[in-house]
């Protein structure tokens, strides 16, 4: 079952603009991570916010994380066309030496140049 | 370059049949992870092991199985192939257990 549930499955921007993907789940969580996969591609690991963090960033990346919602974002600032792929959220349902990680389906990002 | 090693890339074989697939994880790295990815499915986790040891299981079938060997290295087993286990499968291993790191993926295509 799919715990991370992204929102919108599909994006298509201009280049330059700037892109926001949501992010919702059900349980509580340690942490929440995002990931990049570019076409067929194994998943990059972009971000990391922590449940008692509310906003993070990381170059163009910015997360933030509502726990009273059970919901994140993803920003991207000024996007590229190299920005171009899926994201996706992963959450942990466990600690210690058991990260499982469930993901969500992803949103589709295209950025048109 | 994530420091995952998968292979092979891809794998054509015909149902009932058995392979399989190879994952190599990051120096240091004790967990080693396997993902399922299918348009229908999604990403879906099968299995964890660390050090040796499974430690958590996800959505794996029966026909399915995995060991981590003392060098680290880990195999994952598919058995009497079926058209809808034709999937990407995707190795990744951590350190402290937060951020995975994914290998290429194999690309499994069963006729």
């Known amino acids: 079952s799919q715990q991370g549930e992204e929102d919108p499955q599909a994006l298509s921007i201009q280049e330059g603009e700037n892109a926001t993907m949501n992010c919702s789940y059900k349980?509580?969580?340690?942490?929440l991570q995002w990931y990049r996969q570019n076409s067929g591609r194994g998943l990059v690991h972009l971000i990391l916010i922590r449940s008692n963090e509310r906003e993070k960033h990381s170059g163009r990346l910015r997360v933030t994380l509502d726990t009273s919602k059970k919901s994140s974002s993803l920003l991207i600032t000024a996007s590229r066309a190299a920005d171009t792929a899926s994201y996706f959220c992963a959450t942990d349902e466990s600690g210690g030496s058991n990260y499982k990680l469930t993901f969500g389906k992803g949103t589709l990002l295209t950025v048109n140049p | 370059d994530s420091g995952v090693t998968q292979t092979p890339k891809h794998l054509i074989t015909a149902t009932g049949q058995r392979v399989t697939l190879r994952c190599s994880p990051r120096s240091g790295d004790l967990s080693v992870y396997w993902y399922q990815q299918s348009l229908d499915q999604g990403l879906q986790f099968l299995i964890q092991y660390y050090n040796g040891e499974e430690r958590a299981k996800g959505n794996i079938l029966e026909r399915f199985s995995a060991q981590q060997f003392p060098d680290l290295h880990s195999e994952l087993n598919l058995s009497s192939l079926e058209l809808g286990d034709s999937a990407l499968y995707f190795c990744?291993?951590?350190?402290?257990?937060?951020?995975?790191?994914f290998g290429a993926g194999t690309r499994l295509s069963v006729l």
């Open positions: 349980t509580s969580i340690n942490n």
């Open positions: 990744a291993s951590s350190r402290r257990g937060d951020i995975q790191y």
